[in-house]
């Protein structure tokens, strides 16, 4: 016997009428049954001819073939989904880091400015500034960006040790960020 192109299509010498059987068991999937053929023949074939035709055209071998090969089409077909989901998602992710980028070197430059013209930052100014410098230099170590134990709370902080911060140092600070 002469294989045909895949193992589920008709075999060369296969009766069509064994092969619309074989057709209608391959389509059922999963779970499929013999009797389930007789039935929906509604008993025109006798239930011992199913299965006598079944091992002769080896539908078991078949239908195994052809649903690994369903399986490894949908897989595939998967695989393709999520890696244009995940190229769609990393595409999004760098728009919205460019953007992100864009608004921190605005805010620097313009922090950078006042400092250079000897303006002095507000507290919360300063705690944003703290905040954006300590995130930029985590995302840059690809550590995590959440500061949380070392976090600078100047909102503690008291008029006269706010003033007594050390400009040149924030200056540097900015200034090391803004090269990167």
């Given amino acids: 016997m002469t294989e045909p192109l895949t193992h589920w299509d008709q075999y060369p010498g296969e009766d069509a009428a064994w092969y619309q059987l074989f057709a209608y ?18 008993g025109a074939y ?6 006598h035709v079944a091992q002769q055209w080896r539908w078991a071998e078949r239908v195994q073939a052809f649903d690994t090969w369903v399986t490894a089409e949908r897989d595939a077909k ?13 595409q999004a992710q760098a728009e919205m880091l460019a953007l992100a980028t864009q608004t921190a070197r605005e805010s620097f430059a313009q922090w950078l400015k ?19 410098i ?7 170590a690809g550590k995590p960006t959440e500061i949380l ?11 006269e040790q706010f003033a007594a911060l050390d400009t040149p140092q924030v200056r540097a600070a900015l200034e090391s960020v803004a090269k990167r």
Avoid: C, S
């Fill in 149 to 159: 134990d070392q976090r600078l709370d100047l909102g503690q902080l008291t008029p």
């Fill in 134 to 140: 300590n995130k930029a230099q985590a995302l840059l």
């Fill in 46 to 51: 006798a239930y011992g001819t199913i299965v």
């Fill in 25 to 42: 068991y391959r389509d059922l999937g999963i779970g499929r049954q013999l009797t389930t053929v007789h039935a929906a023949y509604n």
């Fill in 114 to 132: 006042r400092l250079r013209d000897g303006e002095r930052l507000t507290i919360k100014e300063t705690q944003a500034l703290f905040e954006m």
């Fill in 78 to 90: 998967l695989r393709e989904i999520m890696a244009q989901q995940a190229e769609q998602w990393a």
